[in-house]
């Protein structure tokens, strides 16, 4: 098995000042490349049993209907090479369509939902397929500078076999007229892998009259790889 390098340009800066936090957190020596072990046994290392019944659809985890733009996100784990990555554990967060999180340290005058909690999880199938329902969330104030706001995303977290085998990345919506100003997603130097990072709309995929369908491909490896760290 082969593993094409990713490009320079593909991953986000580590250091990178109009983010202005990764002066403080940003390492200050060149990253080490560590041999990750193999397993023994290839297979998946997440059992199906980990899922509860609404893990991939966050909209009924609550008593009642969340408010916002209903939508479902579907899209395929991927190698280098175009094959699937079965059984990959994804977990998805993201605020509510007010733009709040719902945790105890975002305190922004946007209101909580009662029914949106914006936590899931799931496992892609053998063709390395996910699909998840949830609201489209809504941009915030991040605090990184005047007028700073983030364009309305999706965090990813991709495991392999293990917990220590993670990956984290951000899914954000066609034509956010947020991009030009926004320095996390402007901290990743390649203009074409900032592109990999925004999921196309399809109608394919959507639901009747009931969401509008987003397909987001996740790959791995390469030079086509999606980009990670943010």
Not at 97 to 122: E, I, M, T
Request: some cysteine; charged content about 20%; proline content about 10%.
């Amino acid at each position: 098995m082969r593993f094409d390098p990713v490009p320079d340009g593909v991953y986000p800066r580590l250091i990178y000042p109009p983010y202005k936090s990764t002066q403080a957190r940003g390492p200050s020596q060149a990253p080490l490349r560590l041999q990750a072990p193999v397993a023994a046994q290839p297979g998946p290392g997440f059992a199906r049993a980990l899922l509860r019944p609404f893990d991939a659809d966050l909209t009924r985890q609550g008593s009642a209907e969340p408010l916002g733009e209903k939508i479902v996100v579907t899209g395929r784990v991927l190698d280098e090479d175009g094959r699937p990555v079965r059984d990959s554990l994804i977990e998805v967060w993201q605020c509510n369509a007010a733009g709040r999180y719902w945790h105890k340290k975002d305190q922004h005058a946007a209101p909580l939902d009662p029914n949106f909690f914006g936590l899931g999880k799931l496992l892609t199938d053998a063709a390395g397929r996910y699909r998840f329902i949830t609201i489209k969330p809504g941009p915030y104030p991040w605090g990184n500078h005047d007028k700073a706001w983030r364009p309305a995303h999706i965090h990813f977290s991709l495991f392999g076999n293990v917990h220590a085998q993670r990956l984290v990345t951000q899914m954000y919506f066609p034509a956010d007229p947020l991009f030009d100003f926004d320095p996390i997603f402007q901290g990743i130097p390649d203009a074409a892998a900032r592109q990999r990072l925004v999921a196309r709309f399809s109608m394919d995929e959507t639901v009747g009259g009931e969401m509008l369908g987003y397909v987001f491909d996740i790959v791995l490896r390469g030079r086509a790889a999606t980009p990670f760290g943010l």
